[in-house]
Structures are given as structure tokens and as C-alpha cells.
């Protein structure tokens, strides 16, 4: 089974920028579609961005439209998150993983903007 592991979350000032980077140590995951997710307290997580196994396709929840970008590098067996213009309400644990949900959730990388 493979754990997720996600790194590049801070702390930032709203209207500041981070770029998330996610890896899969151990397996090759660029047949897969791969997607990132997000989780506050008290809530279920949920899809923030998808990348097809080539890169060409993404699509993006409505609340980051036009803010955030996912690509992928699978030479680097790496999918990134560049998140722009982040608001407060963007704030949460992000995660990554296939977009069927089929590895191991890792711990995610913690998201903080302050406004």
C-alpha cells in the first residue's frame, strides 16, 4: 500500500501564493489520474483539483477556478499544486491522491492563510 506524501504548506497572508508538491515514494503513479483534496474540522474532504495521467486534462472545484493550477511532472513522479490569490477560507489540510481515491491517504500538508 502507498502513503501520499504531500509538502510546500505554510503560513501566508491572504493574496500570497504556495505551491504544493505531491509524491508517492515507491510507486510510479503516472498512469493514474491524480487529484488533490482538502479538510477543515468538522468536515468530510473534499476535491479541490485533478490532473489526467498526461497532464492535458484538469479540472478544478468552482471555488478555485481561475486561482489554482495542478500539473504534474511524471519524470519526477510528482503532481504539484500552485495555489494563487489564497483566501482565508482556503485554509485546511491538503491532500493528494488518485483521483479514485485508491492509496493511502498521507498526512497532508497544512494550509494557514491569515487575513
Known amino acids: 500500500q502507498v502513503q501520499m506524501v504531500e509538502s510546500g504548506g505554510g503560513l501566508v497572508q491572504a493574496g500570497g501564493s504556495l505551491r504544493l508538491s505531491c509524491a508517492a515514494p515507491?510507486?510510479?503513479?503516472?498512469?493514474?489520474?491524480m487529484a488533490w483534496f482538502r479538510q477543515t474540522p468538522g468536515k468530510e474532504r473534499e476535491f479541490v483539483a485533478a490532473?489526467?495521467?498526461?497532464?492535458?486534462?484538469?479540472n478544478y472545484a468552482d471555488s478555485v477556478k481561475g486561482r489554482f493550477t495542478v500539473s504534474r511532472d511524471n519524470a519526477k513522479n510528482t503532481v504539484y499544486l500552485q495555489m494563487n490569490s489564497l483566501k482565508p477560507e482556503d485554509t485546511a489540510a491538503y491532500y493528494c491522491?488518485?483521483?479514485?481515491?485508491?492509496?493511502?491517504w498521507g498526512q497532508g500538508t497544512l494550509v494557514t492563510v491569515s487575513s
Open positions: 491522491n488518485a483521483h479514485s481515491r485508491r492509496f493511502q
Open positions: 490532473i489526467g495521467p498526461s497532464g492535458n486534462s484538469t
Open positions: 515507491g510507486r510510479t503513479i503516472s498512469a493514474f489520474a
